[in-house]
């Protein structure tokens, strides 16, 4: 299974950005898929997760009400839609499978090579 995010740039606080998944090489629906990041110097971190179906999804406290996380199985797509964003959201954000829904990221085997946010003050 190949994971290849993209969609990231640079934006000014308080803008929007979708990231983007796209999943080849398996049967997406088969997969929890989760968004992580990491900033400069610092480890990386959850963001948001997904169950195999869409119905449930987690977010980190850090982004909840700001940050959505949908997919498309039958486009293989996985989303991140990052609203009301601030500086401390700068960071490398990767894309990632699992088997079930899940925010530990040693539970996923399979990810994406990153896009970078960079968003300006």
């Known amino acids: 299974v190949q994971l290849q995010a993209y969609g990231g740039g640079l934006v000014q606080a308080g803008g929007s950005l979708r990231l983007s998944c796209a999943v080849s090489g398996g049967t997406l629906s088969r997969y929890g898929m989760g968004w992580f990041r990491q900033a400069p110097g610092k480890e990386r971190e959850f963001v948001a997760a997904i169950n195999w179906s869409g119905g449930i999804t987690t977010y980190a406290d850090s982004v909840k009400g700001r940050f959505t996380i949908s997919r498309d199985n039958a486009k293989n797509m996985v989303y991140l839609q990052m609203n009301s964003l601030k500086p401390e959201d700068t960071a490398i954000y990767f894309c990632?499978?699992?088997?079930?829904?899940?925010?530990?990221?040693?539970?996923?085997?399979?990810w994406g090579q990153g896009t970078l946010v960079t968003v300006s003050s």
């Open positions: 990632a499978a699992a088997g079930r829904l899940s925010a530990l990221d040693h539970e996923y085997y399979y």
